[in-house]
Structure formats: C-alpha cells, structure tokens
C-alpha cells in the first residue's frame, strides 16, 4: 500500500474507535437506549475492519483476507440499519435483519470462492450500503412530523454518501468476472475520494443527531411532572403563554379548569403514600382521555391538576367540567384488590378582554375551584364575575 492510502486507513481506525468508544460512553450514561449500543458495535466491527485493511499479509490468502473485512462490513452495516430502525420506532423492515445480512454475505462467499465473480463480490457491500443508508435517510425524516436540524444534516450527508457508495458499486459491476484494471483503478480512487468525508461526516452527525435526542429529551423532563407524565408547573406556564398569545391573535376563546382530588389527604393517611400516587397516576390518565388536539393537561401542584381548552367558552368549558366531575365517581382506583371511589372540585374560568395574561384566568379559576371545595366538594364552580350553570343546562348570572 501506498503511504497516504496506510494514513487513511490509520485514521479511519482510530476514529472508528473513537466514535465506538463515545456511544458506548453514551450508551452507558444516557438510559441505556439500545441504538446507541448498536452503533457502538457498529463502530467497532468498522475499527477490526479498517485495522485488517492494513494487514493483508496476516492472512494465508487474498480471498480469506476478503472475506474477513467484508464480513466486519456486513456486521458494521447491519447494526447502523438496526440502530435506525431502534430510534425511530420503524416496523416496515424484519425485526432480525441478521438472516438478510447473511444471505448477502453468501453470495459474496460464492461468487469469490465457488464461482469467482469480480464485479459481483466487490460490488455488494458498497451498494449494500448505499441501499442502507438511503433507508436510514428516509426513517431520519420521516420519524417526527418537523425533523431537527440535526436529523436533517444527518439524512442529507447519508444521502450524499450513498450516492458516492452507490456510484463505487457500479463501477466494481462494470469490472465483470475477471479484474478491469482501468475500472478497478476508478473504483479505488471513488471510494477513497468519497470513504474519509463521507464515513466521518455521517457518524459526527449521528453523534450529533443522539445529543440533540437528549436536548430535547431534557427538556421535556424540565416541564414534565415526573410521577403522572403530565406537564408540571412550569410547562403548563410556557403552554399557557403560547395559548394566550394565540388567543389573542385570532380571537378564539380560550378557557381554564383547575381541579383537584377530595380529600387526598385522607387517601394518603388510609392506604399510605404510594396509594396516594397510583391514585393521583389514576388521576392523570382519567383527564387525558379524550382530550382535544389543542388541549393542556398538567399537574400544578400536589393533587391539583389544570387545563387549558384553546377555543373552548364558557359554556363548553363548563360542559367539559361538568362531565369529568360526573365521570371520576363512576371510574374507580384500583388500590390491591379494593376498589376505591374518588370525586374531584372543579373550578372553570375563560379568557375576557381584560385579562393581560392567562395567569389572571388561571387565579380566577383557582377561585372558583376552592369556592366549589368550600360548598361541599364533588362540584364545579365558576369565577364570581361570570356565570353558572343552571338545571336545565343555560347559564346565568350568580347574582340571580
């Protein structure tokens, strides 16, 4: 081997373990998300690969010496398709892709040992790769509904990179059974054009993509309450930003239900602290169900739940109450075995021309809240200056 083509390799190897080392790292210390590990052990079958590159002479002949990387290159490309498929949750490819991997790698077996096929056996891995990452570009930007920048840089470099492992492919064919040196000298100045760019490029960008997964996965856990999965206070107030600024945009109403759980306390002290949180887990899920799309669900305090209804009046809103009041009575807690009834106080208050922020609806339905639990608890109440709910279903004013 020529010396800069020796450089290339050396420096393919060590970073290869480099980035295997750093998903390991990150395999360990970011919940143990099983892509990270599969592309660890991608990386490091690509470091044995680019290492046994530089070792020809270590083999008993050329075609073991061929076999053994393109096997270490059959192991590398299945993991990273794997690790894809892990992240993004696709169904659409086998869930084992081994047995494929294998197949492919049996015809290279066969058509370097039993029929001896140049273009063949030099053509498959690149152009498995090629295919590979072309799905793996596809699975990047159809995994969310607005891909991240680094998903996006990520699919662009795959893409890239598979027109260059595709291009290597084609020329390795054109070869035929027997080596075209001409062709074969293509070939090798494509893949070691394309190779260092192209490999080192994708994995930063991979490596990229996971630190923005954990980004963003902070963040969530910065305004998510960790116990019932809901938004905590301080998300709720960010989405009641948002919902006001909205609001007041287009003009739509925007209403607020602050509720909590009756004598939550007397749960806690009758079947002990961790009862108390499968009932407030109970809680959370009876709320969620059948939310609407633009709906704010969050846990704000200790039993005390809040929601946001974009586009919900009054009206509606109370309705809403009204229905998650009736509906927790019928829907019990299951605590080992014994079923236990909850009812909830609720408080509703809507957005007015006079309000600068959606804080003064959430204090006027906190209110409201508080009121309903001083009349007796298992009730709705409103904000004093609106309207309630009558018999027949109308609203009037409390002053009548």
């Known amino acids: 081997m020529s010396s800069p083509v020796i450089y290339i390799l050396v420096a ?7 980035i295997s080392l750093t998903f390991l790292l990150a395999w360990r210390t970011l919940g143990e998300k099983p892509y990270t590990l599969s592309w660890s052990i991608a990386f490091l079958a690509a470091t044995f690969h680019w290492a046994l590159t530089l070792m020809p002479n270590w083999f008993p002949s050329v075609e073991s010496y061929w076999l053994s990387i393109t096997a270490l290159s059959m192991v590398m ?22 047995p494929w991997s294998a197949g492919l790698y049996l015809v290279i077996v066969w058509t370097t040992i039993v029929e001896p096929h140049v273009g063949i056996s030099t053509s498959l891995v690149p152009g498995v790769a090629a295919i590979t990452l072309f799905l793996s570009a596809a699975m990047i930007m159809r995994h969310r509904e607005v891909s991240r920048p680094a998903e996006i840089a990520t699919a662009v470099t795959m893409v890239i990179f598979g027109i260059a492992q595709l291009t290597a492919s084609g020329i390795a064919l054109m070869q035929g059974a027997v080596v075209d040196v001409f062709l074969r000298e293509i070939y090798t100045h494509v893949s070691f054009m394309s190779m260092p760019a192209g490999y080192t ?11 923005s997964d954990l980004s963003e996965e902070m963040k969530e856990l910065a305004v998510s309450d960790q116990l019932t999965g809901l938004l905590n206070r ?17 003009g739509r109403p925007v209403s607020v239900i602050m509720t909590d759980i009756d004598r ?30 633009d709906d704010v669900t969050a846990r704000v305090g200790g039993e005390e739940f809040a929601l946001i209804l974009s586009g919900a009046d009054l009206a509606e809103a109370v309705r809403i109450a009204d229905e998650l009041c009736d509906r927790i009575q019928m829907t019990p807690v299951d605590l080992d075995g014994r079923q236990l009834v909850m009812t909830a106080s609720f408080g509703v208050a809507t957005l007015s021309d006079k309000d600068t922020g959606l804080a003064d609806v959430v204090l006027r ?21 609106q309207m309630m709910l009558t018999l027949d279903g109308s609203l009037k004013p409390l002053s009548a």
């Open 12 to 18: 393919l190897t060590l970073i290869s373990a480099v």
């Open 77 to 98: 490309i299945t993991l990273g398709l794997r690790g894809h498929c892990q992240r993004t949750g696709f169904r659409k490819l086998p869930q084992n892709l081994w």
């Open 201 to 211: 490029g994708m994995a930063i960008f991979v490596l990229f993509m996971v630190a």
């Open 234 to 250: 301080r998300g709720f107030g960010e989405h009641a930003a948002t919902a006001y600024a909205a609001a007041k945009r287009s």
């Open 264 to 293: 939550f306390k007397q749960i806690n002290d009758d079947f002990g602290h961790s009862a108390g949180d499968i009932a407030l887990c109970h809680f959370a899920a009876f709320l969620r169900v059948n939310r609407r799309e």
């Open 365 to 385: 339905a906190d209110r409201a809240l508080y009121r309903s639990k001083r009349e007796g608890r298992n009730r709705i109440d409103l904000e004093s200056s």
